[in-house]
């Protein structure tokens, strides 16, 4: 569990989200738009946080982030909502990956975690 949580701490720092700035909105946009919306991210514990799954492309590609749970709802309505949206394209599914971009492989699990006060997930 240690270890699990250094390699968190070293993800949110590498990518500025342990700065002093405070926690980082997930940013979401709907089948390629320009239009992004913020989801919150902000947590106390471990308990104030929920995995959520984004598609990132037209061939099916799942992004895994931790938000805030009562962030859940508006990122279900919006995810609904790019489903509709979405064009299909022919081409392979990349492997779905967590915010510290650790691919799930078959076998493992999604970790999900409150590190300095933002929810984040990784591969365990």
Do not use: W, Y
């Not at 700065?19 to 514990?45: E, H, I, K, Y």
């Not at 959520?52 to 805030?68: A, K, L, M, N, R």
């Amino acid at each position: 569990m240690r270890l699990v949580l250094l390699s968190l701490c070293s993800a949110l720092l590498a990518t500025g989200c342990g700065s002093t700035g405070g926690p980082q909105p997930l940013r979401v946009s709907c089948g390629g738009t320009s239009n992004t919306v913020l989801f919150d991210r902000s947590c106390l514990a471990d308990a104030d946080c929920a995995a959520v799954t984004h598609e990132t492309d037209c061939c099916g590609t799942v992004q895994i982030s931790g938000i805030s749970r009562h962030a859940v709802q508006s990122f279900q309505s919006l995810e609904s909502d790019c489903a509709t949206k979405q064009a299909r394209c022919a081409c392979a599914t990349s492997p779905s990956q967590t915010d510290d971009g650790s691919v799930l492989t078959p076998g493992r699990q999604v970790a999900l975690s409150c590190v300095h006060g933002q929810c984040f997930t990784t591969v365990r």
